[in-house]
């Protein structure tokens, strides 16, 4: 039984989208826990969220990821989250806890969030059809743990109030999708595949084509994108066609580049790809600039110091909107990943950034006018809760459906081969330094200046998208192998181009199925 080629592509790359249930599931249990009496002071608070997101994970992985391949990384991320896991549930003192916290923070969450994009579009096993459908699915999968996480503290919390199993279970959960992103590629040899496994267990993940291509094993790349892109068939037009396409962009890469291996200096000294390595790391600290990893770590203190105290609210209660805001953003991640082949990268950033500013500009509005102090039965109190709940619910659907998605896809497709690993790594660290200044900050801010600090993501949102609309090109529909020539000739300002424009996302399959060379062109 062979499964349609988009079909087999599509279940690997949701296979290694594991990766991103832990992200969100670590995510979601720091912001249930973390609003605990034991965590009651503020720079407590901001220490264990900001280890969560630290960047100490992205530099090794790049060496990691060149020398050994983006699925025994994967597989090393998988181990080291394990392991601190298994800390922070056995935790007897808060050493121990922050000492779990590091390694399944920094280290694994960093490890797999930037390697499952990397292998989903940059290592390279999507149709350019389907690679932003495929690549944002990591923020869909991400969801689903944030989804599990935020029910599961609420369980916790309703029915294992004042015991340590209240905290100990949901920090004992978050090692369950970590076991088969592990044991799976590591105890399933796939001489042993038959029919049943063609379905479940030939999920494992294949070593990236465009990796092994690089690594001057081409035969192997042949037979893997083969099995990725035509049941098997290593005569197929499309499959040959693209291992031209790898060729060529190694070469032109090799030549620009000092030798066979890409170094760190190449990244800042080729302007096309310092313009990318620029645009990739500020996307990534933008997004953190939006707010949402204040809403998101401490949804629950913000929730009770700014209203559940007034309104009676109890800690069980809060957890319940935060559930149900987990439950939009499943809702807004689907839509991205249905339609992002189809608007592009540009038009969804833009648009997000916008209205994300503009949440925060009605929930300043409403703290600045009505700072909290409204008794808890009087009609304004009532509605003032709905509005900012609404608020908050709008800001996470158009964050999910367009910010989040592609603050990690897009990063992950610019690059080429030779650059990408070491590239991604930087980028993303971008976002855990962004992460750690806000889950610093934060705490001390509401508590300091209150909806004043709303002000700055206010302002983020908008000249967030200012910056996309003004410098990002459109890469939607290229293939992989066109990004150096876009980024050399794209100009900097790209409104009014070419450049700016969502293409037929279908053309570079078709070119490919007819065997044309690679010959890079504007939309």
Same mark, same amino acid.
């Given at each position: 039984? #062979?499964?349609?080629?988009?079909?087999?592509? @599509?279940?690997?790359?949701?296979?290694?989208?594991?990766?991103?249930?832990?992200?969100?599931?670590?995510?979601?249990?720091?912001?249930?826990?973390?609003?605990?009496? %034991?965590? #009651?002071?503020? #720079?407590?608070?901001?220490?264990?969220?900001?280890?969560?997101?630290?960047?100490?994970?992205?530099?090794?992985?790049?060496?990691?990821?060149? %020398?050994? *391949?983006?699925?025994?990384?994967? &597989?090393? *991320?998988? /181990?080291?989250y394990m392991f601190g896991g298994a800390l922070q549930t056995g935790a007897q003192n808060?050493?121990?806890?922050?000492?779990?916290?590091?390694?399944?923070?920094?280290?694994?969450?960093?490890?797999?969030?930037?390697?499952?994009?990397?292998? &989903?579009? *940059?290592?390279?096993?999507?149709? =350019?059809?389907? %690679?932003?459908?495929?690549?944002?699915?990591?923020?869909?999968?991400?969801?689903?743990?944030?989804?599990?996480?935020? @029910?599961?503290?609420?369980? +916790?919390? /309703?029915?294992?109030? $004042?015991?340590?199993?209240? @905290?100990?279970? =949901?920090?004992?959960? &978050?090692?369950?999708? /970590?076991?088969p992103l592990l044991a799976f590629i590591l105890l399933l040899p796939e001489s042993h595949v038959k029919i049943f496994s063609h379905v479940i267990f030939r999920l494992i993940l294949l070593r990236s084509p465009r990796w092994l291509a690089e690594k001057g094993r081409m035969d192997e790349a042949l037979t893997t994108l083969a099995r990725l892109h035509s049941n098997g068939d290593v005569t197929d037009r499309f499959v040959l066609s693209q291992i031209e396409d790898m060729k060529a962009d190694i070469h032109k890469a090799r030549d620009i580049g000092e030798s066979r291996k890409c170094s760190w200096k190449e990244l800042f000294t080729v302007p096309s790809?310092? %313009?990318?390595?620029?645009? $990739?790391?500020?996307?990534?600290?933008?997004?953190?600039? +939006? *707010?949402?990893?204040?809403?998101?770590?401490y949804s629950t203190t913000v929730g009770q110091t700014l209203k559940s105290i007034q309104m009676g609210f109890t800690s069980t209660r809060v957890l319940l909107f935060q559930s149900i805001n987990s439950v939009i953003a499943l809702i807004g991640e689907a839509c991205c990943v249905m339609w992002v082949d189809h608007?592009?990268?540009?038009? =969804?950033?833009?648009?997000? #950034?916008?209205?994300s500013g503009l949440s925060f500009v009605v929930g300043a509005i409403l703290m600045a006018r009505w700072p909290g102090t409204v008794n808890k039965h009087s009609e304004f109190s009532r509605i003032s809760l709905t509005v900012i709940l609404d608020r908050t619910w709008i800001f996470n659907f158009f964050f999910s459906a367009c910010i989040g998605p592609l603050s990690w896809a897009y990063p992950a497709e610019i690059f080429s081969t030779r650059t990408r690993a070491k590239s991604t790594a930087i980028t993303s660290s971008s976002s855990w330094i962004s992460n750690f200044f806000i889950a610093q900050v934060t705490p001390r801010a509401f508590q300091a200046i209150g909806w004043k600090f709303y002000l700055v993501f206010a302002i983020c949102g908008h000249t967030n998208a200012l910056f996309v609309w003004a410098f990002f090109p459109e890469t939607c529909g290229r293939r992989l192998e066109e990004m150096d020539a876009l980024f050399e000739d794209a100009p900097l300002f790209v409104p009014g181009t070419s450049y700016a424009k969502v293409g037929d996302r279908l053309a570079a399959e078709r070119d490919l199925r007819q065997g044309k060379e690679i010959t890079p062109k504007c939309f």
């Open positions: 039984m #062979n499964l349609p080629p988009k079909v087999y592509t @599509w279940l690997c790359g949701l296979f290694a989208s594991l990766g991103s249930i832990i992200f969100g599931y670590d995510l979601g249990v720091i912001a249930g826990r973390v609003m605990g009496p %034991r965590y #009651n002071n503020s #720079n407590l608070q901001g220490l264990i969220a900001s280890i969560f997101g630290f960047f100490f994970g992205m530099v090794p992985v790049a060496y990691v990821a060149d %020398r050994f *391949g983006r699925r025994k990384s994967i &597989q090393l *991320g998988a /181990a080291v808060m050493d121990m806890m922050l000492a779990g916290r590091f390694f399944a923070g920094s280290f694994g969450v960093g490890i797999v969030s930037d390697l499952a994009p990397l292998y &989903q579009a *940059g290592a390279e096993i999507a149709h =350019p059809s389907i %690679r932003g459908r495929l690549t944002t699915l990591q923020q869909f999968m991400l969801g689903i743990g944030a989804f599990c996480a935020s @029910w599961i503290t609420f369980g +916790t919390s /309703a029915g294992l109030k $004042g015991t340590p199993a209240e @905290w100990r279970v =949901p920090l004992c959960i &978050q090692i369950i999708p /970590a076991i790809n310092l %313009r990318r390595v620029s645009l $990739g790391y500020i996307l990534q600290f933008s997004v953190q600039m +939006t *707010g949402v990893s204040a809403i998101q770590y608007t592009g990268r540009r038009k =969804p950033l833009i648009i997000g #950034n916008i209205a």
